[in-house]
């Protein structure tokens, strides 16, 4: 019988807005279908009428949003790291969050949530506003064709949810080995005007990305965006 294949998020086949991921495929072993079944939903966090205070679910005092999470890499060592930290993974991809799921059991760490799926929708009205740290948009899909930059995620609409879920003082740490997204994403920045921007040399866990673009020895942009 051939092994079941890793399932895209109902939420995300019949979407509203436009993606800002690409769809993907795969097979998944035994051991990844367990954890999708019985581990995933144990992290999950869930819409409801009264908006989620992650810091207050976890009790924690600070929360980061790891959004589109990848692998996974980030998020597990931001969350063993800093035990203090809430961290929110992302992703409409399977794989990275499973890793994460599996991890996070084996290593009895309480401090994760995931969301599978869009985390636009997570970020329009699923978080209480004004609770979250900081939002962590590490390599996001570079989208490097013309016709395809619509699909950013770095936009005036996104700005203005991060904007609003952002605690007074939280910030957004953005990072991509695309020179021509990182000019276009500072303009969009620099335009929405509510974010001191600074090009300072922060320090974070690397991610998949990360790696692979140091590997290749591509140049690498960052900026933190400061609610003011
Ligand atoms: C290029 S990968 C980078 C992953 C990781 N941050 C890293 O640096 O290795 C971008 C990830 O963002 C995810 N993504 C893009 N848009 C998303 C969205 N709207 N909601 C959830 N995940 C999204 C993609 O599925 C993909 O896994």
Redesign the pocket.
Same mark, same amino acid.
Do not use: A, Q
């Given at each position: 019988m051939p092994s079941p294949i890793y399932p895209q998020p109902d939420k995300v086949l019949e979407h509203p807005h436009i993606?800002?991921?690409?769809a993907?495929q795969g097979r998944m072993s035994a051991r990844r279908e367990f954890a999708l079944n019985e581990l995933l939903p144990k992290f999950e966090i869930s819409r409801s009428d009264s908006p989620l205070d992650l810091a207050e679910d976890l009790d924690l005092s600070t929360v980061i949003v790891? +959004?589109?999470?990848?692998?996974g890499?980030?998020t597990l060592e931001l969350a063993t790291r800093n035990p203090e930290v809430g961290v929110l993974a992302?992703?409409?991809?399977t794989v990275?969050l499973l890793a994460i799921v599996e991890t996070a059991t084996e290593q009895s760490l309480t401090n994760i949530r995931t969301?599978h799926?869009?985390?636009?929708d997570v970020f329009i009205d699923w978080l209480k506003p004004s609770t979250i740290d900081e939002v962590h948009?590490? +390599?996001?899909?570079?989208w490097p064709k013309a016709r395809q930059h619509k699909r950013r995620?770095i936009n005036q609409q996104f700005l203005t949810l991060v904007f609003a879920l952002l605690k007074p003082d939280g910030r957004i740490i953005f990072a991509t080995d695309n020179d021509e997204y990182f000019e276009s994403a500072t303009a969009v920045f620099s335009e929405f005007k509510r974010f001191d921007v600074r090009f300072d040399d922060w320090d974070v866990p690397m991610?998949?990305?990360?790696l692979?673009a140091l590997s290749l020895s591509h140049n690498i942009s960052q900026l933190s965006a400061r609610k003011i």
């Open positions: 993606r800002t991921f690409h993907r790891d +959004f589109g999470s990848g692998m890499l980030h992302i992703d409409v991809h990275g969301h799926g869009d985390g636009i948009i590490l +390599f996001p899909d570079p995620l991610t998949t990305y990360h692979r």
